[in-house]
């Protein structure tokens, strides 16, 4: 059964810092991984998809890598911002493809940037 | 486009009662889900369609009820609630193909709390 983890759970840091959010996953036999954020009381927003074929995906300030061979992904927020604040998840499918596989989802880091 | 949209976003039920979550999308998406999330417990599929007339069920379909008659809508039913089916429910959706799934956009959510 795949098991997604993120690291850390919590993370608080002051306006203009880079940072690294954290994802594993225990099965490598995926063939995409999509980051999520999450504001209070709020629905899921999509942020990335990276397919298993790629290392890397970038949209503005933010930047995705995956080695599935590790079993990692990493989220990298250039210059923070308040609006940042928010939980960021990681999924995986779990299951082949073509089986309409459920999200398997990290357990989340809650992110605060402060001014 | 208004991508997925999910009615109503807060409603508070007494057991046995019975009520439809709504969820449509306008993206001409083959794949549509419901999720529920709770605290500690993270988001569980509930129940998915790859295409009208097609349904299955996720990982805790039990007390709940879905039907696909067209495209755009997935309602979610609840026969008889129970105070276990408080939580914050999402549809999520998505183009599907045997190659496997694209990104999933997911809707604001529901907050349900039967009492």
């Known amino acids: 059964k795949q098991e997604v983890t993120q690291i850390p759970a919590a993370l608080s840091v002051p306006e203009g810092e880079n940072l690294v959010l954290n994802c594993s996953f225990t099965d490598s036999a995926i063939y995409n991984l999509q980051w999520f954020r999450q504001d209070p009381g709020k629905g899921l927003t999509s942020l990335l998809l990276i397919q298993s074929s790629q290392r890397e995906q970038t949209s503005g300030r933010l930047n995705a890598s995956l080695d599935k061979s590790s079993g990692r992904s990493t989220l990298y927020i250039a210059a923070s911002q308040p609006g940042d604040s928010a939980t960021y998840l990681c999924a995986v499918p779990e299951g082949g493809t073509g089986t309409a596989s459920k999200l398997t989802f990290g357990t989340g880091t809650r992110l605060q940037v402060t001014l | 486009n208004a991508g997925v949209t999910q009615t109503p976003k807060f409603h508070i039920l007494k057991t046995g009662q019975s009520m439809t979550l709504q969820c449509a999308q306008d993206?001409?998406?083959?794949?549509l889900s419901w999720y529920r999330q709770d605290p500690g417990m993270g988001l569980r599929r509930i129940h998915y369609s790859v295409a009208a007339g097609i349904t299955d069920k996720g990982e805790v379909p039990d007390g709940y009820n879905v039907s696909r008659s067209n495209t755009e809508d997935f309602p979610l039913r609840l026969e008889s609630a129970a105070p276990s089916q408080t939580s914050v429910y999402f549809c999520?959706?998505?183009?599907?193909?045997?190659?496997?799934?694209?990104?999933?956009?997911f809707g604001p959510g529901t907050r349900l709390t039967v009492t």
């Open positions: 999520a959706s998505s183009y599907w193909s045997r190659g496997g799934e694209n990104e999933q956009y």
């Open positions: 993206m001409n998406h083959g794949y």
